[in-house]
C-alpha cells in the first residue's frame, strides 16, 4: 500500500498513546508520533514501557477504519488488527534479517527472548471500530537493560549493527499499513511462538499450572489449548500466561 505516513517525532513525552489521544481530532490519518524517550510509556496489562533514551523505536500511529486507505472494520474483528500488526513488525525484522515469533497476543519474540511489544487502543462506534492507537516499542540500539525485564532482546545485540532509527521508522511502518485489510490469519499462525508443542502455562482464573499446547486463535482473539487429556480450552487476554 503506497501511502503518506506523516511522522513527527519528539525529543521526550510522557507517552505516545497520550499525544495521539489528545491530537487525534486534528491528526490525519496513519500519523505517527514518535519519541526518544517516554516517561511514563504504557503496555499491556497496565504495565509501563521501559526504553532507553534514543535507543529504540517507541510510537503511535492513529488508525481511521473506512478513511482512506483504510478499509471499515467490525467490532467483532478487532483481533484482525493485532495480528496485521504482528505480522507487519514480523515483516519489517525479516527485512533486516532477523525471524521473530509471535507471542500471542501480540508480543513479538525472537527465540525465548521478547523483541518488541505493544498496545492496541479502540474506540468503537456502534458495531465499527471509528479509530485504534496502535502503540508499540521495538528495541533496537539498546544493548543494556534493567535487572527486572526477564528476557530483552534487541536488534543490535541480535546482529551487531547499529540502526538510524530516523531512518529505519518510515519501513516498520510501511510494513505495518501493508499488512491492514489483509487476510493475516494463516501467517499469523504459522508465526505463533510455542504453537503445536507442550509446554508450562498459568491458568489465572484457575490459579494453577498446567502442561499445555497452543492448537489455535479464535476468530475474536482467543487463545486455544490443549491440554494433556485432549481437551480444549479457550483463554482470553489476561486469562492465562505463558511460563518462560
Known amino acids: 500500500m503506497s501511502v503518506r505516513i506523516p511522522i513527527e517525532w519528539f525529543e521526550t513525552v510522557d507517552s505516545t498513546q497520550n499525544v495521539i489521544q489528545e491530537s487525534a481530532m486534528t491528526l490525519d490519518n496513519l500519523s505517527v508520533v514518535a519519541a526518544g524517550y517516554q516517561t511514563a510509556g ?6 509501563r514501557w521501559l526504553a532507553g533514551k534514543d ?4 510510537f503511535s500511529m492513529l488508525l481511521r477504519f473506512g478513511e482512506t486507505p483504510l478499509p471499515p472494520l467490525e467490532a467483532g474483528d478487532q483481533f484482525a488488527l493485532s495480528m496485521a500488526a504482528s505480522m507487519g ?10 525471524e521473530s515469533m509471535v507471542k500471542w497476543p ?14 492496541i487502543e479502540n474506540v468503537l462506534d456502534g458495531a465499527m471500530v471509528a479509530r485504534s ?5 521495538l528495541n533496537v540500539n539498546q544493548k543494556v537493560f534493567p535487572g527486572d525485564l526477564v528476557n530483552p532482546v534487541s536488534m543490535a545485540l541480535l546482529t551487531g549493527r547499529e540502526y538510524d532509527l530516523r531512518n529505519e521508522l518510515p519501513d516498520l511502518c510501511r510494513s505495518i499499513v501493508d499488512r491492514i485489510g489483509t487476510d493475516n490469519r494463516a501467517d499469523y499462525l504459522g508465526k505463533l511462538f510455542r504453537r503445536g508443542v507442550f509446554n508450562e502455562f498459568y491458568d489465572c482464573l484457575e490459579d494453577v499450572h498446567f502442561s499445555g499446547r497452543i492448537v489455535g486463535v479464535t476468530p475474536f482473539g482467543k487463545l486455544i ?3 494433556t487429556k485432549g481437551e480444549l480450552k479457550e483463554f482470553a487476554f489476561k486469562e492465562i500466561s505463558y511460563v518462560i
Open 89 to 98: 513488525v514480523a515483516d519489517y525484522l525479516s527485512s533486516r534479517g532477523i
Open 106 to 119: 501480540n508480543d513479538i519474540y525472537v527465540r525465548n527472548r521478547k523483541i518488541c511489544g505493544m498496545l
Open 42 to 47: 504504557r503496555g499491556q496489562r497496565g504495565n
Open 133 to 137: 492507537i496502535l502503540g508499540i516499542g
Open 55 to 58: 535507543e529504540n523505536l517507541t
Open 225 to 227: 489449548i490443549e491440554n
